[in-house]
């Protein structure tokens, strides 16, 4: 996300960005309600006023404590950890229902043993031993270390993706700097920015 929006500034630095952060539980109801004009987001909207166009297909990976058996694997599947104590975001973020349908395919239900909103919390309580969690890395360096020192080791179970989208609202008409901020997204991603 920076150098997308760095690449867009260096181009347009006229345009003003207001960047906000949503719990995940509120799906694109911001882009629905006029809050934002635009939203990253995960969670397919259900709404059809929200027009949800993917951008890319994220790994998610098994977070490990520095010490853990598996930090220098070089990949992981989750029937590895089924006996051990997970940590994840609340049920009510999209990353934790698919965490428990990933377990559930494997073949176990997670003992979740902490909860939190905040992805950088529940790496930091990898890193001090107290769990295993999925996560998805930062897209450009998929191998470094998490925050918290959490290593992030590579999942092959199967679905251990997650769809990453831009969503908008169908029926308000965009600022021309967010039509144009949507354009290079989507063309930077996808190859062809929308007609309208």
Not at 43 to 58: A, D, I, K
Not at 83 to 88: A, C, H, L, N, T
Not at 148 to 163: I, K, N, S, W
Request: proline share 10%; net charge neutral.
């Amino acid at each position: 996300m920076p150098g997308l929006l760095g690449r867009f500034r260096s181009r347009h630095p006229q345009v003003q960005f207001r960047l906000s952060q949503s719990q995940d539980v509120l799906g694109s109801s911001l882009v629905v309600e006029g809050a934002v004009d635009l939203e990253f987001t995960a969670r397919r909207p259900r709404n059809p006023v929200v027009h949800w166009e993917r951008l890319l297909t994220q790994p998610l990976y098994l977070a490990v404590a520095p010490g853990h058996p598996l930090a220098r694997q070089p990949s992981a599947t989750l029937r590895e950890v089924a006996s051990e104590d997970f940590i994840g975001l609340r049920p009510t973020w999209e990353l934790r229902h698919h965490s428990d349908a990933l377990c559930r395919a494997a073949g176990f239900t997670a003992k979740v043993a902490f909860e939190s909103d905040d992805l950088s919390t529940v790496t930091g309580l990898v890193a001090a031993g107290l769990g295993v969690a999925i996560v998805p890395a930062a897209p450009e360096h998929p191998e470094a270390a998490l925050p918290g020192t959490a290593v992030p080791v590579p999942l092959t179970d199967p679905g251990a993706t997650r769809d990453i989208g831009l969503a908008w609202s169908r029926e308000r008409r965009l600022l021309p700097s967010a039509r144009l901020f949507r354009a290079q997204v989507l063309t930077e991603f996808a190859g062809t920015p929308p007609d309208a």
